[in-house]
């Protein structure tokens, strides 16, 4: 057992590499047997103690390989309450499930409804769009609203009836028009707040799919979708261990979201028994901290990168001069920020990142990036995540129920491949780029 409590105690600098996957079996049994008990009080949490016992079961899960978790998840009887836990374990190392989660209600609309089409497309009866179109959010909104209606009336088949709501001066009011209008899902609301608001009702009773992801767990029958920075970060850790990496070095700029980013990254990978060689903040010079790290005796084999372009561009000669150059390099979606010119983005050429689908390739049912950004304000720049991000909050209007039980469906969405773990969070597995001759190329579906 302490060998196992070493591998989860990890520091940021100065320790010895640690792989899990030499840990001996009895270590593997006693974190799933761990993890099992501590899932079974789970239900009896509440707050901050319920969120301290999930993070633990997940730190357990961690140190167990692919093939020992998937064995032990698919031994677990129906309506263990590990199970949840160690399917999305599996999901996010994009391993199949032996079986669906297990869910309480997955209506996601009336029952009323027409039974689904092949492709499982089976959309509610009516929709009630919960958006903050005035105020500091309306901006963001506008994308949203934008894609999801791309969305909707490129759909040739029966559509729901849509009305929005206007949560702007507060969700309660928007909410309570959207109930007594009989809409049968709710999509939104998008501020973080308001989410943990309904979330937390108990007189809510009908399904949202909310399109921000706060504290407090969805109930049964709804779903939450985001474009979190600590997403990225998970997506980030796994496309490293992906590629055989045993150390990195971290260097991460200081705006929230990049914290947020390498934050969640570096908890990832040190759950999975990855060592960070440094976790470095990011300064205009630093060849000195660079050429320590090349020198140290756990020499990283990757740097993962969570910088606007500026920074890297600023960075990839000191990694140069501190004979770091050659390594595996990751960085965060923010790279792309501030770039645009192939002869200064040439420096960083090699680094490899995660997008969203249609920023880099054609996505059904939706015109090109660049065509939809010069026919509207909404759909260019920095807006155009949202305006992906809106488009698959339709799609998953359509789609939640056959993501609900089928353990094993994937959409092919705009912001990348969707699915929908035990516990009702939409999991979005990114498309990857690589930067060549200053310029991103895409790398395919499945590439990380």
């Given at each position: ?11 940021l600098t ?20 761990q ?9 009896g949490?509440?707050?901050q ?15 167990i ?6 064995r032990?998840?698919a ?5 263990d ?5 160690a399917?999305?374990?599996l999901q996010r190392?994009?391993l ?5 989660f297990d869910?309480?209600?997955v209506?996601?609309?009336s029952a009323?409804r027409p ?6 497309y089976?959309?509610?009866l009516r ?7 005035s ?11 934008d ?9 040739s ?9 206007d949560?702007g ?7 309570a028009?959207a ?5 049968d899902?709710l ?12 979330f ?5 009773d ?8 706060g504290?407090t767990t969805p ?8 474009l ?8 980030l850790?796994?496309a490293?261990?992906?590629r ?6 971290l260097?991460?700029g ?5 914290k ?9 990978l ?11 903040g990011?300064a205009?010079?630093?060849?000195d ?8 005796v756990?020499k ?12 890297a561009?600023t960075l990839?000669?000191?990694l ?11 960085a965060?979606s923010q ?8 002869d ?11 997008t ?19 026919q ?13 991000f809106g488009?698959d ?9 056959q993501l609900a039980?089928?353990p ?6 705009a ?6 773990d035990?516990?009702?969070n939409?999991?979005?597995?990114p ?6 001759g200053?310029v991103?190329?895409?790398l395919?579906d499945?590439?990380r």
């Amino acid at each position: 057992m302490r060998s196992l409590f070493l591998v989860l105690a990890l520091t940021l600098t100065g320790c010895a590499e640690v792989s899990v996957s030499h840990a001996p079996v009895a270590a593997y049994d006693s974190a799933f047997s761990q993890a099992r008990s501590l899932a079974l009080g789970h239900a009896g949490l509440s707050g901050q103690a319920r969120r301290d016992n999930a993070a633990a079961i997940d730190r357990l899960l961690a140190a167990i390989d692919n093939a020992t978790l998937a064995r032990d998840a698919a031994r677990l009887p129906a309506g263990d309450p590990l199970y949840n836990f160690a399917g999305r374990a599996l999901q996010r190392r994009g391993l199949p499930l032996p079986r669906a989660f297990d869910r309480g209600d997955v209506s996601f609309g009336s029952a009323s409804r027409p039974p689904a089409d092949r492709d499982g497309y089976r959309p509610p009866l009516r929709v009630g769009i919960l958006l903050p179109l005035s105020g500091s959010q309306a901006t963001a909104a506008a994308s949203v609203r934008d894609g999801y209606l791309t969305g909707y009336y490129g759909e040739s088949r029966r559509r729901p009836t849509l009305r929005f709501y206007d949560t702007g001066a507060g969700y309660r009011a928007a909410y309570a028009r959207a109930a007594a209008d009989g809409n049968d899902l709710l999509v939104g609301p998008l501020v973080k707040e308001d989410v943990d608001a309904i979330f937390g009702d108990e007189a809510a009773d009908i399904p949202v799919l909310a399109l921000n992801r706060g504290s407090t767990t969805p109930p049964s029958g709804s779903a939450a979708f985001s474009l979190s920075p600590e997403d990225e970060g998970v997506s980030l850790a796994q496309a490293l261990i992906d590629r055989g990496s045993r150390s990195v070095l971290l260097i991460a700029g200081g705006d929230d979201t990049q914290k947020r980013t390498a934050d969640a990254a570096r908890t990832a990978l040190q759950r999975r028994g990855i060592h960070i060689a440094a976790s470095l903040g990011y300064a205009s010079q630093m060849t000195d901290a660079l050429r320590a790290q090349a020198q140290s005796v756990a020499k990283p084999d990757a740097v993962l990168m969570v910088l606007k372009g500026p920074q890297a561009r600023t960075l990839a000669p000191q990694l140069a001069a501190a004979g770091l150059s050659g390594l595996l390099r990751l960085a965060g979606s923010q790279i792309t920020s501030g770039t645009g010119k192939p002869d200064e983005d040439a420096a960083l050429d090699g680094i490899v990142f995660p997008t969203e689908t249609w920023l880099i390739e054609r996505v059904p049912g939706l015109p090109s990036q660049s065509s939809a950004a010069a026919q509207s304000r909404t759909a260019k720049g920095p807006a155009a995540r949202l305006f992906a991000f809106g488009f698959d909050a339709w799609l998953l209007t359509g789609h939640l129920e056959q993501l609900a039980l089928d353990p094993n469906a994937r959409i092919a969405g705009a912001t990348g491949r969707l699915s929908l773990d035990g516990f009702g969070n939409v999991l979005r597995r990114p498309s990857w780029s690589r930067i060549q001759g200053g310029v991103p190329v895409p790398l395919g579906d499945d590439a990380r």
